[in-house]
Every structure is written in C-alpha cells, then in structure tokens.
T-cell receptor
Framework: ETGVTQTPRHLVMGMTNKKSLKCEQH?????MYWYKQSAKKPLELMFV???????ENNSVPSRFSPECPNSSHLFLHLHTLQPEDSALYLC??????????????FGNGTRLTVT | TQLLEQSPQFLSIQEGENLTVYCNSS?????LQWYRQEPGEGPVLLVT?????EVKKLKRLTFQFGDARKDSSLHITAAQPGDTGLYLC????????????FGTGTRLLVSP
C-alpha cells in the first residue's frame, strides 16, 4: 500500500464520546500534519510533527490531542467534542527540506460528525 | 498574517469552455503550490511555481506566478468533466516550521 491512509473514513460521535483518528504514511516522509477542513473556510493547520516531535500546535483546543509514536503513524484523539468540530480532518505528510517547502501528500480524510 | 484569497469561489461551466482561477495576496511568497481536491478525496499537488513570472503547463492547465510573487493564476483550456473539483493554492508561511497557508479555494463544476 502506498501514500497516506486515514481511518476511519466516516465517524459519527456524541459529545461525550472518546474516539481516535488514525493516519499512516508509506512514503518515508519525516513530517506529518493534521488539517481541519470546514465548509467555507480555508484548510486550517492543527498540528505538525517532525521526526516524531511536535513542532506546531496551532492554538487547537485541548479536546484534540495528537500522538505520533513513530514517523509513519499519527493519531488524533478526540474527547468531549462540540458540534462545531464537525468537519473533514485531513492528515498529510512531507519530506522536510531545509530552506524550502516540500509538497504535502494528503490522505482522503475522516469525515467527522459530532451530534 | 499571510492570507491567500482565491476567486471566483465557485464556477460552473460547460465542457469545452476555458476558465481562469486567481490566487491573490498582499504578501510576497517564495513559492506557491496548486492542489486539486476531488469529492471524497484529499488534495493532490498539481504544480509548484517558484520564480516570479514563471509559467508552467500541465496538459490543458497553465499556471503562472506573478512577477512580484504575490499572486498566481490557473488557466484551464477546453475544460472537461474530469476537471471538476476544488482548486487550492498554498504558500509557505514566513515564520515557524515548514507550514503552508492555504487559499480559500475555487470549486469548479464542469458539466458534459
């Protein structure tokens, strides 16, 4: 399997539930990202991990908790979410490169609905 | 804050028509990337433009980076239904780790 794989593709959860989103990349990249895509808003960067170290936390509420156990796997743990958190959550990876920006390789996303 | 505004927000055309999508900013970017996102999928990189005034072609798609590196355009010739999707421009932010700021997007629908 190649590319970036996200599971599940769809998730419906209540506000009191706890769930996790999973992302796996098979590209040998050393940076991984979580983005949130809501209707009528630009893609919002949530978290960045480089070599398993979190290098960016873009003022994301604590009800979202990322985990990067190794350079190929990334999780987003969710708890006590709000209806406005309903969105498409996209995982991406890239090869970091000093002095330049590498293109992102995205997964197909998890469509999250909070009821 | 570096922002990227795209226009139009939505475009519905017939197969065979030509169109241009714009990506504008008041900030200078070292490069800009264009992505296409099809329904139910994640964005896929189409091209990266690096040099001011640069023009790149990808089959029927022509990308141009403005001379001042503040804007970019995407022109599609003889659009086909397979071109349907959300077109996103993105540029690297000046601060922090390698991060991209994404534009507001142009949703294109090409009908047969």
């Amino acid at each position: 399997e190649t590319g970036v794989t996200q599971t599940p593709r769809h998730l419906v959860m209540g506000m009191t539930n706890k769930k996790s989103l999973k992302c796996e990349q098979h590209l040998g990249h050393n940076a991984m990202y979580w983005y949130k895509q809501s209707a009528k808003k630009p893609l919002e960067l949530m978290f960045v991990y480089s070599l398993e170290e979190r290098v960016e936390n873009n003022s994301v509420p604590s009800r979202f908790s990322p985990e990067c156990p190794n350079s190929s796997h990334l999780f987003l743990h969710l708890h006590t979410l709000q209806p406005e958190d309903s969105a498409l959550y996209l995982c991406a990876s890239s090869q970091t490169r000093t002095g330049g920006n590498s293109p992102l390789h995205f997964g197909n996303g998890t469509r999250l609905t909070v009821t | 804050t570096q922002l990227l505004e795209q226009s139009p927000q939505f475009l519905s055309i017939q197969e065979g028509e030509n169109l241009t999508v714009y990506c504008n900013s008041s900030s200078v970017f070292s490069s800009l990337q264009w992505y296409r996102q099809e329904p139910g999928e994640g964005p896929v990189l189409l091209v990266t433009v690096v040099t001011g005034g640069e023009v790149k072609k990808l089959k029927r798609l022509t990308f141009q980076f403005g001379d001042a590196r503040k804007d970019s355009s995407l022109h599609i010739t003889a659009a086909q239904p397979g071109d349907t999707g959300l077109y996103l421009c993105a540029g690297p932010m000046n601060t922090g780790f390698q991060k991209l700021v994404f534009g507001t997007g142009t949703r294109l629908l090409v009908s047969p």
